[in-house]
């Protein structure tokens, strides 16, 4: 076959991992779904070594990136560097976004 479907209303919990449902080969990417003023695990990518791309879908939020704040909405884009600290907080009314990733140095491992 040469496409793969999913809906993530299939899936419980917070984090739908989109790419590997889909069994991508290259693209690393996940939904995550916050509650109303829920805050995010504040980590880097040093390990992956992957930028991060960051498309709210729903709602808003903040991502806090070396201690600088963003706001995200639907329509805005952000990516991060692998060795940024970054942490994504849910707005008000939640926030809904999709990370994609990818290594820097263009593995896929």
């Known amino acids: 076959m040469t496409y793969s479907v999913i809906d993530v209303k299939d899936f419980e919990g917070r984090r739908t ?3 590997k449902a889909l069994e991508a080969l290259a693209i690393k990417a996940n939904q995550f779904d916050s509650e109303p003023g829920q805050l995010g695990h504040e980590h880097d990518e040093l390990t992956t070594g992957q930028e991060e791309l960051f498309v709210p879908l729903r709602g808003t939020g903040y991502l ?3 201690g ?3 706001d995200l ?3 805005r884009y952000v990516l991060v560097q692998p060795s940024a600290r970054r942490r ?3 707005g008000p009314e939640g926030l809904s976004y999709l ?3 990818a290594r820097v140095d263009g593995t896929t491992d």
């Open 17 to 19: 991992p989109v790419a």
């Open 64 to 66: 806090q990136i070396d």
């Open 68 to 70: 600088e704040t963003v």
């Open 73 to 75: 909405e639907p329509g």
């Open 88 to 90: 994504v907080d849910a």
């Open 99 to 101: 990370v994609i990733g």
